[in-house]
Each structure stands twice: as structure tokens, then as C-alpha cells.
């Protein structure tokens, strides 16, 4: 089997040893984090691979099922410096990206500084985005694609790593402005969060209703990271896995040589999608033990991956046909 080689060669053995070391702090992160957050594994293992993937995700799911617990937990156990927006119809671009004042010396000479907000942090909780405008929602582009923002002409480079989570509820819709498809495309996940298991439900009933709760504890630190973001990167990639990339990727688009794709969907994933989905197969493989990827990596993250940069025709929705059922028929199909 052919494989594809990072652009920069490394000695095997070194690449073995940052891999094991690397899987010791991944164990560690897991137990840190179950200490807090009990069952949803997938969720927990969705998010924590796009963040080793250096991307960014949008969690979905009703109240009360801990995605803002989530969210302050890993910026707990990963060392980093996390902030909280809460999204409302009022919320303006200053609010999250700062603004400048203008400020008088003792010799009355006046002068403006700019006052950085709270997107200048390392792990960013966009809660409830789509309550705000669609001009609040735009002021996080810039940021999530370039690492940067830009007030007044002059450009401020946002702390690195920087990631965005964003939760979204799915129920109530009334007085939200849905997150436009460019926007939506810089997210390289979207997780859907379900109702906990009985025995999960079980453990928070008696764990946070006493006199007191588990906290979470530092495991790593912000360079720690991006080392193991540094790592992903270099993982070697079997030609096949990047060829189910592909395959999965152009046939779920408008127009592919499917009849999926031809009577249901109306536009599909472009390239940043392969993007993610080679990051996303390389950190799982990582967060599994394994050196490589696999195409049951590719499988298995077909869905976040892929769900948000989809719609479906009239045709496919009055055949009750949703966005997940088209994902799993193409990934049968195509891989």
C-alpha cells in the first residue's frame, strides 16, 4: 500500500516517541475530563479530535446537556485561556472583537487605544451564535479563518492556539438568524450531542446534587497543543485513505455520477472539506493508538464532517429523506 509522506521527513523512531508520549497525555486528558463530564465518549472524542486537529466545531443539542460544562472543562484540561460569549439579538462586532477609546494626557493631548475583547483568547465559546445578527455572526469570520482581526486598519494576531466552539440549539428557532454556509464551512465539525445514557444520567444525578462537585484539574498547557497539532500534521497518510477522501467528498456534491447526489442533494461540500476530514482521520487515528489513519477513520467522521456543508433538494425532504441518511448511503456507496 502506498503512502502519502509528510512534506518534511522524520526519523521513524522520533516519530514513535512523540506518538507515545503524546497518547499518555491524550489518556490523561480522557480521564481529566470524565472526572466532569460522564458518558457522550463520542461527543467528547468528536471535540478533543478537533482541537487536536487545530479546527474549530459547532455543537448542537437541546438545554441542559452540558455542551457550555464541555467547553470550560477543556479549556481547563488543556491549559488554555477560555472565554465565553453569550450570543443576543443586541451583541454588536465591538462586542466581541473590542473597540478603541480615546484617551487625554495630563498635557490634553488626546489619543485612541484600542481595547481588546474577549475574541483574543485561546479557546472561544460562542454560545448560542445564531441569536446574534448575521454583522455580529460576520466578526468572527476574519478570526476563525486567519487567526486575525482587524480594527481600524490595523491588523491584531489572535492568540495562538485559537479555537472557536460554538453551540447551537436545534428547538428553538424563533428570533435566530441561521449561520450563513461560508461560516458554517470554517467549522471543521459539527456535533450533534444527544440525551446521556440511563447509567451516564445516573452518575450526574449523584454526582452534582451533593454538597459538592468534581472539579477539573490542568493535565497539559497551551504548547503542549500545538505540538500534538504539530505531530497530526506529520502523520503519513495511506493513499487509500486519501482517495476515500475524495471519493466521499466530490460524490456528495450536485451533479456527481450518483443518483443520490443527482435527486437530492442541492449543494454540497467543497475542498475545505477533504481539508477536514484528512486532520480530523489523522487526530483519530492519533486519539485511537494508531500512527495512521484508516478509511474506518474516514467513515466514522463522514458525518460531522460532512452535515453542515450539505443541503438537500425539495424532492429529498418531501421523501423524508434528512442530511444523515444521504451522508450514510453516499459512504456506503462511495468508499
Not at 465565553?84 to 478603541?100: A, K, V
Amino acid at each position: 500500500m502506498s503512502v502519502i509522506k509528510p512534506e518534511v521527513s522524520v526519523d521513524p523512531k522520533v516519530m514513535v516517541a512523540e506518538a507515545e508520549k503524546a497518547l499518555a497525555d491524550i489518556s490523561s486528558i480522557k480521564t481529566g475530563i470524565g472526572k466532569v463530564i460522564f458518558g457522550q465518549e463520542s461527543v467528547i472524542e468528536r471535540t478533543l479530535v478537533a482541537l487536536l486537529a487545530g479546527g474549530h466545531a459547532l455543537l448542537v443539542g437541546v438545554p441542559g446537556l452540558a455542551k457550555t460544562k464541555l467547553v470550560e472543562t477543556l479549556g481547563t484540561v488543556l491549559g488554555l485561556d477560555e472565554r465565553r460569549i453569550q450570543f443576543t439579538p443586541d451583541l454588536m462586532p465591538s462586542d466581541i472583537l473590542g473597540s478603541e477609546i480615546m484617551e487625554q494626557d495630563e498635557h490634553g493631548k488626546r489619543t485612541f487605544r484600542y481595547v481588546k475583547g474577549p475574541v483574543f483568547a485561546q479557546l472561544l465559546m460562542a454560545d448560542e451564535i445564531n441569536r446574534a445578527s448575521p454583522r455580529t455572526q460576520s466578526a468572527l469570520l476574519q478570526a476563525m479563518q486567519e487567526y486575525h482581526v482587524t480594527i481600524a486598519g490595523e491588523r491584531y494576531d489572535l492568540p495562538q492556539p485559537f479555537h472557536v466552539l460554538a453551540t447551537q440549539n436545534p428547538l428553538e428557532q424563533e428570533g435566530t438568524y441561521p449561520l450563513p454556509e461560508a461560516q458554517l464551512d470554517r467549522f471543521l465539525m459539527q456535533i450533534d450531542i444527544l440525551y446521556p445514557e440511563l447509567e451516564a444520567e445516573r452518575q450526574i444525578l449523584l454526582a452534582t446534587t451533593g454538597t459538592t462537585e468534581a472539579v477539573a484539574e490542568k493535565i497539559i498547557d497551551a504548547e503542549r497543543l500545538r505540538a500534538m497539532q504539530n505531530l497530526i500534521r506529520r502523520m503519513p497518510v495511506p493513499e487509500g485513505v486519501v482517495d476515500a477522501i475524495l471519493n466521499l467528498v466530490r460524490a456528495a456534491r450536485p451533479g456527481a455520477d450518483n443518483e443520490m447526489a443527482k435527486k437530492f442533494i442541492s449543494w454540497g461540500p467543497g475542498p475545505r472539506a477533504s481539508q477536514a476530514l484528512m486532520l480530523c482521520a489523522r487526530a483519530r487515528a492519533l486519539y485511537d493508538g494508531r500512527l495512521a489513519p484508516s478509511v474506518d477513520d474516514v467513515k466514522a467522521l463522514a458525518e460531522p464532517v460532512l452535515q453542515h456543508r450539505m443541503a438537500l433538494t425539495f424532492a429529498a425532504r418531501a421523501d423524508g429523506m434528512n442530511v444523515r441518511d444521504v451522508i450514510g448511503n453516499l459512504t456506503k456507496a462511495a468508499i
